[in-house]
Structures are given as C-alpha cells and as structure tokens.
C-alpha cells in the first residue's frame, strides 16, 4: 500500500513539475513575441520611441540649436544673448550682442527627428536688411542631445544667456527678408503707418543701444502737420514723463525722412530710401 502511495506521488509530483515547466516557457514566449511587436510598432511608428531632445527645456532647445548655426553660441558663451521664439511651426533665433549690427535673424522649423534651418536675414546699418549666409543641412536631434550630455554642466550654466523674445516673429522675419530685394521699390510718400513706425523704430534702434531704448521705452504716434506732410513724434512711455515729446520725424513732398536740426528752422534729411537709416 506504502508503495502504491509512493509511486502516485511521485506521478503528480512530476506531472506537476512539467506543466510549470510548460507555463514558464509560454510566459519567456509571450514575452518576446510582446518585446518583438513593440519593437515592430516603434519602427512603424518613430513616435512610439521616446525622443529625449524634444523633452528638454525649450531654451536649451534652443541653445543646443544656436550652436549648430552660430560659433558666437557655443559656450562658454561671452558677449551675446540668445533671443529666440516659437512661431507655430517655426523657431526663431538672434544672437545679438546687444549693440552694433550684423547679428542674423535665424528661421528655422522641427521635424520629427531634425531641425532644418530655412534662411536668414541681418541688418546692416545704412544699407538696411540683407540676406545672411545659413547652412541648411538638416540637424540631428539625437545628435545635439549626446553633444549635451558629453558637456552637460557647461550647457546647464550658459542657460541664463537664453532668452525668449516675443517681437521675434514669423510675421516680422518675412517683413525684413522681402524688405532685402524690395524695399528700394517702395514709394515712400505712400507710406502706411505701420510702416513709417517701422521706419521710425529702425532709426532709434541704430542710434542708441538696446539698454539705453529699455531704460527710456518711447512711442510713436503718426499724424499729418500743417502742410500734410507724415510727422512721426516720438513721446516718453515712462511713468514719470508718459507723454512728453522727445522729437519727431516727417516725410517729405521728395518721399525723404527727414528731422528738425536744433536751433534752426529747417529739415535734415535722415535718409532718401524706405529703411535707408543714415544718409551719408
């Protein structure tokens, strides 16, 4: 009877045995034929795999970007700012030093796995808006993610010379690169507002530095004098002196831009052509 108990038990043990066996097996297949399908799903779909650029902060985004297309950029950064702004599809970036010209306005736009610059444009003084050199070969991000982390600290420090400027736009990118083949046709006795301001802003910006225009903000407000001709006047927009005038411009019967001189009762003409900001 001992015996009978023994071998029955020693079958159930074994049988026992053999289908945990059997489950162990099917569970380690299961598992790779799920591990095979994600695999299969993620190379369908790109999304589907985690893009850690894109899970970066927007200015370091940026900054990994700006270094791709402008040496000034790669830090340690010394002398300029990185100003940048999202526009839909579309990234904006300007590496100024905060004075002078000849700092490009980069338009660029991201796919799913690049950064594809598009085109640039540079203000130059009395000669206006220009277009500026860019190489468009697509940018890697996963590329640009690696360069971070090989130097992770330096780019975590040359942060704070990011920084998002929201006059950046798509609107006003397009307005100063069709001004590089177009501005010397336009008619400028038959300015609209908007444009003699624009006009206006480009004088104020070439001859006092951006800290100065942030310490003394001003506005402008367009009207027609005694004679119709265009007068930009050009008023404080501080608390203290909201208000008051600081000067003014006017246009012309000849379409020239043209500002008091102090102390005489005449005109000096500024400048003979549409965003023309000196006149040598």
């Excluded at 589907?48 to 340690?76: H, Y």
């Excluded at 090989?150 to 975590?156: I, N, P, T």
């Excluded at 407000?221 to 005038?245: T, Y």
């Amino acid at each position: 009877m001992k015996k009978g108990m023994t071998i029955l038990l020693c079958v159930l043990l074994s049988v026992t045995a053999t289908i945990a066996i059997l489950f162990f097996v099917g569970m380690l297949d299961n598992t790779e034929e799920n591990q095979t399908q994600i695999s299969k799903n993620e190379q369908k779909n790109p999304q589907l795999a985690e893009n850690k650029f894109d899970q970066l902060p927007d200015e370091l985004q940026v900054l990994l970007i700006a270094t791709a297309i402008d040496e000034r950029s790669i830090p340690p950064i010394n002398g300029v700012t990185i100003y940048y702004n999202e526009d839909g599809d579309y990234t904006l970036i300007n590496v100024h030093s905060g004075a002078g010209v000849g700092h490009p306005i980069y338009l660029l736009t991201k796919k799913e796995n690049v950064i594809t610059p598009i085109k640039s444009v540079v203000y130059q003084g009395v000669d206006g808006y220009e277009k500026a050199e860019i190489k468009t070969n697509p940018i890697s991000k996963d590329e640009l993610y690696a360069q971070y982390i090989a130097d992770k600290d330096l780019y975590d420090t040359a942060l704070e010379k990011t920084e998002q400027n929201l006059d950046l736009t798509l609107a006003d990118f397009n307005e100063k690169y069709a001004s590089t083949y177009s501005d010397n046709t336009i008619d400028t006795t038959k300015l609209s507002e908007e444009q003699v301001k624009k006009w206006v802003n480009a004088i104020m910006q070439n001859r006092f530095e951006n800290h100065v225009l942030k310490e003394f903000p001003y506005t402008i407000s367009i009207s027609l004098d005694e004679n119709r001709h265009v007068k930009a006047q050009i008023n404080a927009a501080n608390s203290e002196d909201a208000g008051d005038s600081v000067g003014y411009f006017k246009i012309n019967d000849k379409g020239q831009l043209v500002e008091p001189v102090l102390g005489a009762d005449y005109d000096e003409v500024i400048a003979t052509e549409y965003m023309q900001v000196e006149n040598f």
